[in-house]
């Protein structure tokens, strides 16, 4: 095994480890066997004790922890010095993110920093052992296109990563791993911005981007009384509810549903597709969903193209009868 | 209020394909339109020389044609247009493209604040906001959905996973903007003449004194190693009864073979 580092950068909020980053553990353990590079976590946080076993549990073999009172939540001059000085320090040869608010902010401000390569929003990731380099894969161009990026000369090579794409993989509850505590020296860095209060929203019982079911409605829907048959059906799938942009302008439901370019990307276990037409904009948020179901009255429909099942006939009659057959299934 | 505007034309995304033989973009034909995030960067921009006075410079950095998408930007109101092209600029990611639009920037002016889109369409990075804030060394804050001035600095909102944060930011500061925070403006009919007549301020490398390392495919630390169509599905089940009762039983059981119920 050589010395050489992967490093997952382990986002905390309120002291609680993000599904992105437990994603990202368990697919750099693939990259860490394929590489003979040693797995490795960075934390920053107010408080790690709490955190720790988590990311041993996950893969880590060593986490570098961070603990100050500034470290307590995202605040991009603070986070990027820490992890930026620590790159210069410790020269991994791999640093990920989860392409997540914190992640997308974080890492392109690190990347100028430490002057290295970064490949946003990556939905694949392999390690070519004769070059040793990470060949890093993701859409572009509304998903249109893919396209593999590669960062020879140099170091780290950075990628954030599409949460929701990569299983995770807890190897046990009691694994083992080091700490080793980061100095923290933020006396140079200006205060110039500070984090006033955060709301959050309560859309849904399930968030969209972590769901692993999403049910998902288009102007086929025909009125914003009858987004609750999708709701219902989502009730009992323990879905979250999505939207195509058709229906969020014409305020039938609010914004923070709509899945597309101009929406959230979401990649569940179960996408179902229900009166959206499937134009490229929707897809390029939801085409890398596990499974695809689309219920259109038009069998011509695009959506059709990225499904795995397509149900044709009138959504308002399958989702209801869906609905009840699901029910009858679990009592 | 000194306001600058980071722009970039992109190929409709719609109608962008990819030869499957040789796996290069079809890029003939294909209509350019300015970055949808961008319009929303454009219009808060707008929205905040309406309240508090002052002047929107638009800056982009792309080929000469780019000019096209800057006249549009002078048709809803901005006063200044900048183009910063050069053939060295080629082949740039988003590193030399911060770099490069920093040194624009910096010499367009003294920016009280530097507004771009969310991501541009074309790579879906969302990378050069931050980098240009960085090379800057203004604080940044992203997915901004409100802005506005106070005795400092800046109060914002910002959207989350979650849902908001307010953020405040002294002195000048970089936003990245949301597509929720407003809708473009229409052309005005004097725009459309003014956009007509404007003059483009025209930049190279050499007018922004860039280092050749860092511009260009030179300082690109990252590099396509290749392109290609996303698989299409070609194990698909259609499922067609007249009656949905049907449809539903053949549907729950092909998820139950695979598990996924
Ligand atoms: C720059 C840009 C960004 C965009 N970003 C997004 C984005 O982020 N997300 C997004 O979704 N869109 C986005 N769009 C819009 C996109 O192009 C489409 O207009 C939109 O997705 C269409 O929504 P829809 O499928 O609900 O509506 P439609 O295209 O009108 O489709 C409705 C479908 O419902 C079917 N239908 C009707 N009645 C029934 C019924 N009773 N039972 C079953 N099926 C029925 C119809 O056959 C049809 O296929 C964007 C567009 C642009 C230009
Ligand atoms: N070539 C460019 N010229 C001007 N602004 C750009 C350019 N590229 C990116 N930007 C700005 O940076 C934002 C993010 O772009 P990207 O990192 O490419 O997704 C865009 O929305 C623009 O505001």
Redesign the pocket.
Known sequence: MSNKEIWIFAEQREGVISLATLELLSEGQILAAKSGYTLCAVLLSADDSKILQELYNYGAKKVYSAVGPKLSYYQNDYYSKVVADLIIEKKPEIVLYGATSVGRSLA?TIAVMVNAGLT?DCTELDFDTEQMLLLQTRPAFGGNIMATILCPNHRPQMSTVRPNVFKKNKLGDKEKGESVSVKVDLSKVKDRMRLLEETKEEVDAVDLCEAEFIVSGGRGVGSPEKFIVLQDLAKELGAAVGASRATVDAGWIAHFHQVGQTGKTVCPKVYIACGISGAIQHLAGMQSSDFIIAINKDPQANIFDVADIGVVGDLHDIVPELTSQIKALKK | MNIA?????VPDSDKVTIDRETNRLNRAGVPSVI?P??EN?LELGLQLKDKYGGKVTV????PPQ?EEALRECVSVGADEVIL?TDRK?AG?D?WA??Y??SLAVQKAGDFDVV???????????????P??AYFMDIPVITYVKEAEKTDTGFKVKRVTEEGYQLWEVDGKAAF??VKEANTMRLPSLKGKMRAKSATIITWGADDLGAEDAKIGLKGSPTIVKKVFSPPIKTNRETIQNEDPKQSVKELLGKLKERKLI
């Open positions: 392109p946003a | 505007v980071c722009i970039k034309q970055n995030f961008d960067a800056i982009t950095m792309g780019a910063v600029f740039s988003t493209t911060s490069t639009l507004l771009f889109g969310k991501q541009a369409i074309d790579g879906d990075t969302a990378q050069v906001g980098g240009v990245t903007v």
